[in-house]
Each structure stands twice: as structure tokens, then as C-alpha cells.
């Protein structure tokens, strides 16, 4: 299942998984996932691409927790709403984190984290266009050990990278009052 709002870099993870000719790709835009629907599909693997949507436990345990989500900060700052924009305010470093999806938000270990680096020239377009970039480069990478792991254990296994550094969370009222302000 393929879970994204539509953009060009949707259109380059689709293009990317279509490549896998043995895979079946379902993109769903405006609503969530049912477990009939996984069931009926024999859906095991859920990608969560910018979406608004919170996967509920049931549909989680439904896909063994083979959910994965594409978030555009170095966990475990800045989790939640608009982390390209808050790591501008905070001067935190920029980045992205592809993670395991559990129930809580941006909080599922990590498969992929990069630093992105921009340019004092770079505006926040440029900034979302380099992340997202970097998200598919990612995903191109650790994908082929995702199948592999779903393929032999019906589980994603592989190696996550820890981090000890201490997070924040960023409500979507934060980030409204925000974008007010610039």
C-alpha cells in the first residue's frame, strides 16, 4: 500500500516500486487503510508518505508493523507537523528519517537517516525539494532489505540506527501559529 498526497516525488516512488515487477502497488490518497481491505489485497507492507493520517493499532497488527514512515528531520527532533520549518526556526540541523510506524507519532526506530545540507540561498521550496530527494535515495537503499526481512520473516528485521539524543514534538497549532508569523 503506497499512502501519499499526489507531488512529483510521489510519482518517483511509484515509478521506483513499479520496477519490482512481482510487486502490486495500491495507492490510497483520502482514506485509511481497512484491515478487510489488507486482508483482501494480502497487503503486508504499508508506506506512509506525507500523509495526515494516524495508522490505528489494529491495522498496524494487521501488517505485522511492516509500516514504514517518511519524515523530513533527524529524529527525534522536531516529530510531528512541519519539521522542514521548525528545524528553520530552532537551527537544528536538517535531515530526514524513514522509521517504522508504532503507535506514536515519528516514534518507531529508524531504517534511514541522513543529514540534508542547504545553502544560505536555499529557501524552504528548495529545502523541501533537497529532503525529499534524500527520502527516495534513502528508500531506494534500504528497500531491497525490507522485501528481504517481509520475504523470510514477515517482519521487517534489519538493522535500525539508534540515537540518544533528546526530541521535541511539534503540534499542527504550533506550526499554524508559525507559518502566521512569517
Sequence with gaps: VFFSKKNIFLNK?????????????????????????????????LISFHNGFILKKN?????NY??????????PKNRGADPILFSAAKKFLFGVTIHLINEKIDAGEYLYQKRVNLSKYDNLRKAYNKHENESIKGFKKIYPN????????????????????????VSIAQATKLKKLL
Design 13 to 45: 516512488m511509484l515509478t521506483f516500486l513499479k520496477s519490482y515487477k512481482n510487486d502490486k502497488v495500491f495507492l490510497l490518497k483520502k482514506k485509511l487503510p481497512t484491515k478487510s481491505f489488507l486482508n483482501k489485497k494480502k497487503i503486508n507492507f
Design 59 to 63: 491495522i498496524l497488527k494487521t501488517l
Design 66 to 75: 511492516n509500516c514504514i514512515n517518511f519524515h523530513s528531520a533527524l529524529l
Design 146 to 169: 525490507i522485501k528481504k526481512d517481509i520475504s523470510k520473516y514477515n517482519r521487517i528485521k534489519f538493522k535500525k540506527i539508534h540515537r540518544k539524543i533528546k526530541g521535541n514534538f
